[in-house]
């Protein structure tokens, strides 16, 4: 059986709703694009249009024929690629499998397996990436929960799991919102803010209200804890009015926003910054974090790997950090060097970490080699150089002047109107090891997602999740079908999970994840009317 398609209905721009198969009503989505990424599917949307050119849609999906259950999930014992840590993994290999069901069995307990596909990523393996070992259907969380305990006593690790969060079987409900910013009509801005201090954190909606917004997502991924550096700083490319905020990640994706907004596109993007006296050169290897502390990695030099990984954080003994007047917090303290400049670049303060950015100026601060070369190099009243340089994948610098934002995440999900996602290169999965990443690309989450499409319209989406019965949330596969389904030529993953929000006029429209309600995040996009 194909497919449905998109039905195109004409929605009118004051608010309205219409019901139909697999996919929205509307302007979004050209004749003939895919439908949404979740078959059999039943959609009710709702739209409205806060100021010309920008319009919202809210969708609410279900799926008749989806049956989810609790479950329980049998545990693989792993060990961390990076740090030899023993961990446990949602897959095993066929001979793990086995060995564990016969072991379930020997305890009275009966088990199946199921074969786990590979994504279908552009450059992770294909066929089978693993097995799964589970124990029974539960109506309800605390059943699964009491038949874990029994398998625990068999001596094994298991983990009571929803099945709808499964790629493998349709969810049951979905939650969406749906952002579209036509420049042709949109006479405002659309910008990337820090909420006011690049360290520090605000939600969506306070800093969409801050900033008078008619519509604001969360941006790019940032640090949540303060054993991994500075609380709400970015952990990949940020820029912020044409200012550099944040060094990038790998070659990981970007949203870029120029021209007050009106131009936006989706490229993979890297950052390199230096600072020069004479002759003798330095390679700035961070902005606006805390020197040796490189969350997601992604840096030259870093150990124990210079490649991207979510959610991990690298170190380095040589490291030098620049910190910008956007910074807006006390300036970490510690061993090392600093060199304070004004707005000319002159240095007019040394000695050790600590105090603020002057107004205008900027700080460099080194640990190890750089440490030594700042001490040589910054002498009060010399002049220091710092060039940095914004490219993307094809090697085409990305001017900063302009007011340029660029707020980063990733992965990758469409480009030139195909699936291309890059999880593996970006850092979100490891073939190599299937105790990392798997729940968050391949499990359903709530997302966060942009795009631009056709006609150069930004398109800003939200998918709840982690919400059984309510909205299940998209796989990384998932959301590329989406965006692709909702006329996306080029689309990126943004940061998801509890900092998934979408504001509009300053107020919260989706439901975010996070039991204790709305959660700070780093930075977002904000659509501003002026």
Known sequence: MARPRWIVAGMALLTASVTVVAGP???????GANALPWKSATVTWTSTSPVPGVEVRTASVSVPQAHPVWTVTVQAPAVNRLTGAATWAELGDAQWAA??????????????TEQVPWPAFSDTPHGTEGNRVRVGGFAAQ???????????????????????YDVDQAPDRESVH?????????????????????????????????????????GGFFITSDADGVQGTQSSLAAYGGTLDAQSAGDRAALILQNNGHRS??????????????????????????????RDCGRPGVSPTELPRQDFTCTSADDLVLFTPHYGANLPTGAGAQAVLDHG?????????????????????????????LKAHAVIGRRLAVDERVRDSSGKAVPLAGKTGIVSAGPILVRDGRLSIDAATEGFVDPADLSFGYAWAEQRQPRTL?????????????????????????????????????????????????????????????????????????????????
């Not at 009503?25 to 004749?31: I, K, N």
């Not at 240095?347 to 105090?355: D, E, K, L, P, S």
């Not at 998932?478 to 990126?492: H, K």
């Open 99 to 112: 060995k564990t069901v016969a072991q379930l069995a020997a305890a009275g307990i009966d088990a199946r």
């Open 345 to 373: 670049g002159r240095v007019v303060g040394v000695g050790t970490g600590g105090g603020t950015v002057p107004a205008g100026g900027s700080v460099l601060q080194g640990i190890g080699t750089a440490a030594t070369w």
């Open 142 to 164: 605390a059943d699964a929960q009491r038949q874990a305990a029994a398998v625990t006593s068999a001596g094994l690790h298991p983990a009571a799991e929803w099945t709808g």
């Open 178 to 218: 749906l952002g579209i910013v036509d420049p042709a009509r949109f006479h405002g801005s659309v910008v990337a803010d820090h909420g006011g201090a690049v360290a520090g954190r605000v939600t969506t909606s306070a800093q969409a209200r801050a900033a008078g917004s008619v519509l604001a997502v969360n």
């Open 450 to 530: 942009a795009g631009t499409d056709a006609r150069g319209r930004l398109i800003l989406v939200t998918v709840d999740g982690r919400q059984p019965g309510v909205s299940e949330g998209a796989t990384i596969q998932e959301a590329a079908e989406l965006m692709r389904g909702l006329g996306a030529v080029n689309a990126l993953n943004l940061d998801g999970g509890g900092s998934t929000t979408m504001a509009v006029n300053g107020t919260l429209v989706n439901k975010p994840s996070d039991a204790t309600g709305e959660r700070p995040v780093g930075d977002t996009v904000q659509v501003l009317p002026r």
């Open 25 to 31: 009503a509307t302007a979004a989505t050209p004749s």
């Open 265 to 294: 596109r989706v490229a993979n993007l890297v950052s390199r910054a230096s600072v020069r006296d004479g002759a003798a050169s330095y390679a700035i290897n961070g902005v606006n974090r805390v020197p040796g502390k490189i």
